[in-house]
């Protein structure tokens, strides 16, 4: 145990502290988002938090596992309400009963999370596959949500890389172009729906060779190839596994609650 780590806790902590430190650290208030994101708390409990589980999405199947796992508060990247307004039946019904069932709070972080400098998905992401960011890309209303930076390595190594990574996480990884024979100079890194008509022009202007996303339409594997873009789909799921994980982390260490990462892979 470091000396800044809290002991272990023998009751749970309030669920609004809990809260207000992850709004704080995340910037939830300051970060725009798409309108069904309701980044925050979205359900909350009654007995405050002891465990933590973390998860890229809010399901039926997640929030069983975190039952499973004796956790109180679920923290996901992708939260409840992305149809907007919609009749508590059916999939929604039992997500909420499940929730309150077993009195399991719910937190969802979207672009807060994609975002930040050191837990967000697209700075965990370049790490992981041995890149270093040292700018922001992929601009969203005055935020920078994903990373850039350069480099001098083959870009068949770098596809293995991202190979090897979505594997893990139950994904694959597709590219605009073969990758082999060429270099990997100048790359981008936007996780998730990362490739989209934004994206690219901004990658063209910025000179990026290589771009590192989680999925995209159709019409930006045809753009990219007219552009001379090598595009890595490596997967929404696995490209959105690390952010949480780190932000689980981040609770354990400031709150010393117990953490654990529910992996369930949507192979998208």
């Not at 069983?64 to 956790?71: I, K, N, T």
């Not at 041995?130 to 850039?148: C, E, M, N, S, W």
């Amino acid at each position: 145990m470091t000396a800044d780590r809290p002991a272990r806790r023998p009751t749970a902590v309030p669920l609004d502290e809990v809260v207000r430190a992850l709004d704080t650290e995340l910037r939830t208030a300051e970060v725009s988002d798409y309108p069904g994101a309701h980044n925050g708390l979205q359900v909350a409990n009654r007995r405050g938090v002891s465990r933590v589980a973390t998860a890229v999405d809010a399901s039926r199947d997640t929030i069983r596992a975190a039952a499973d796992a004796g956790a109180d508060l679920l923290v996901v990247h992708h939260g409840l309400f992305w149809g907007g307004v919609q009749p508590i039946r059916g999939v929604t019904y039992e997500r909420l009963r499940l929730l309150f069932d077993h009195d399991i709070a719910l937190y969802s972080t979207h672009l807060p999370l994609d975002a930040h400098p050191t837990l967000g998905n697209n700075v965990q992401l370049a790490h992981a596959l041995g890149l270093v960011p040292t700018d922001g890309f992929a601009q969203h209303k005055g935020f920078a949500i994903g990373v850039r930076g350069d480099a001098d390595l083959d870009t068949a190594d770098l596809v293995e890389r991202a190979q090897r990574y979505a594997a893990s996480y139950g994904g694959t990884v597709r590219t605009s172009l073969p990758p082999h024979g060429r270099r990997t100079t100048r790359w981008a890194l936007c996780t998730g729906g990362g490739a989209n008509s934004d994206s690219l022009r901004e990658a063209d202007a910025l000179g990026v060779d290589t771009l590192i996303v989680g999925e995209g339409p159709h019409h930006t594997a045809v753009d990219a190839i007219e552009h001379d873009l090598c595009i890595l789909y490596a997967g929404h799921y696995a490209t959105e596994t690390l952010g949480v994980q780190a932000l689980g982390a981040w609770l354990d260490h400031t709150f010393a609650l117990p953490h654990q990462f529910l992996l369930h892979p949507t192979g998208l």
